[in-house]
């Protein structure tokens, strides 16, 4: 199966559910976008010079990162949970772990 997502401009991240159904997706054009496997787009975000997108092993929470040095949670409806802070450059990526 081939599907094709769309942005405008460069997509410089990418990030596959643990369950494999939803790709997350960042692109130049400062959107974070998740999609179903069908091509429909889920859900949009806005995120300044994103660098990283991961989901956490369950499925619930997305890290993005990004240029500003910070790392964002947010729940699967884009809510803010957590922001970290603190870097002094740019984070370019961030995974979850499992324990």
Not at 11 to 31: D, H, M, R, W
Not at 33 to 43: C, E, I, M, N, P
Not at 50 to 61: A, K, Q, T
Request: with cysteine.
């Amino acid at each position: 199966m081939v599907r094709q997502f769309y942005h405008q401009g460069t997509v410089s991240c990418l990030s596959f559910s643990p369950s494999g159904q939803q790709i997350g997706t960042g692109g130049a054009n400062e959107k974070i976008k998740f999609w179903d496997l069908s091509g429909a787009k889920k859900a949009e975000f806005k995120k300044e010079d994103l660098h990283c997108v991961s989901f956490s092993p369950d499925g619930e929470m997305v890290a993005m990162t990004g240029a500003d040095g910070t790392v964002r949670i947010l729940n699967r409806s884009g809510q803010e949970q957590l922001q970290l802070s603190g870097h002094q450059k740019p984070v370019h990526s961030v995974i979850f772990s499992k324990f």
